[in-house]
């Protein structure tokens, strides 16, 4: 029986990958703990850009461009949130339909 190199790479790994990890002393952090910490700082962002857009609106002295910056970045961090939820919804919904 001939074993062919090529199929080796399938079942390889990078050692020094291992190495890496166990050296940095990084916390390795699951799934639903990213979501909380991403939901606390989407929070945050959305109450801090209603509150400069409030300050705007009630003639406080608020730089405009600021403002603009974070309302935008609130924005788009809710898209992202909003897409992440979709695509975990998704991947939910096809393991339900998997047949056992």
């Known amino acids: 029986m001939d074993i062919d190199p090529a199929h080796l790479q399938e079942f390889s790994f990078d050692p020094r990958e291992t190495v890496k990890n166990e050296v940095s002393g990084e916390e390795k952090k699951d799934f639903s703990t990213l979501l909380s910490q991403g939901l606390e700082k989407l929070n945050a962002s959305l ?8 300050g705007l ?44």
Request: aromatic share 6%.
């Open 47 to 54: 109450n801090r850009a209603d509150e400069m857009a409030a």
């Open 57 to 100: 609106a009630s003639g406080r002295e608020v730089d405009v461009p600021e403002t603009m910056i974070a309302i935008t970045k609130a924005d788009i961090s809710f898209k992202l949130f909003l897409q992440i939820r979709n695509k975990a919804l998704s991947a939910y919904e096809e393991i339900m339909r998997l047949q056992v």
